[in-house]
């Protein structure tokens, strides 16, 4: 089964992706912050890592940062999500080592074309 970490602050946005994920297949844990998520990815490093970039108590290159630099050999594949289109914090993200930036509104037939994309196996 495939380990994936959903962070998003939303409880309710949260409970939809975790919906749409688990029909994917994916195992889930959810964070509500990326400082828990970052210790999530060093006690036990998902396969990926998907989260919503604003609205976190870190910023979300800051986040793909800490992750890649885990001792842990595994790394997660990092996707992060947003409802702005902040130009900025994309390339940022990316250059930190994120897979993706996908906007929001996110669906189960984008989620598995990114997920897939990213070489997760999804169903």
Same mark, same amino acid.
């Given at each position: 089964m495939v380990q994936c970490l959903l962070i998003n602050?939303?409880?309710g946005e949260r409970a939809r992706l975790a919906q749409l994920l688990s029909g994917l297949g994916l195992t889930l844990t959810e964070r509500a912050l990326a400082g828990e998520g970052v210790a999530v990815c060093n006690d036990n490093t998902p396969d990926v890592v998907l989260m919503q970039a604003e609205g976190?108590?870190?910023?979300?290159?800051?986040?793909?940062?800490?992750?890649?630099?885990?001792?842990? &050999?595994?790394?997660?594949?990092?996707?992060?999500?947003?409802? &702005?289109a902040d130009t900025e914090v994309i390339g940022q993200s990316i250059l930190s080592g994120a897979a993706d930036f996908i906007m929001l509104p996110l669906d189960r037939d984008l989620l598995a074309f990114k997920l897939r994309q990213a070489g997760i196996k999804v169903s």
């Amino acid at each position: 089964m495939v380990q994936c970490l959903l962070i998003n602050r939303d409880p309710g946005e949260r409970a939809r992706l975790a919906q749409l994920l688990s029909g994917l297949g994916l195992t889930l844990t959810e964070r509500a912050l990326a400082g828990e998520g970052v210790a999530v990815c060093n006690d036990n490093t998902p396969d990926v890592v998907l989260m919503q970039a604003e609205g976190q108590d870190m910023e979300a290159q800051d986040f793909v940062r800490r992750v890649r630099r885990s001792p842990r &050999a595994k790394k997660p594949v990092v996707i992060l999500f947003s409802g &702005a289109a902040d130009t900025e914090v994309i390339g940022q993200s990316i250059l930190s080592g994120a897979a993706d930036f996908i906007m929001l509104p996110l669906d189960r037939d984008l989620l598995a074309f990114k997920l897939r994309q990213a070489g997760i196996k999804v169903s």
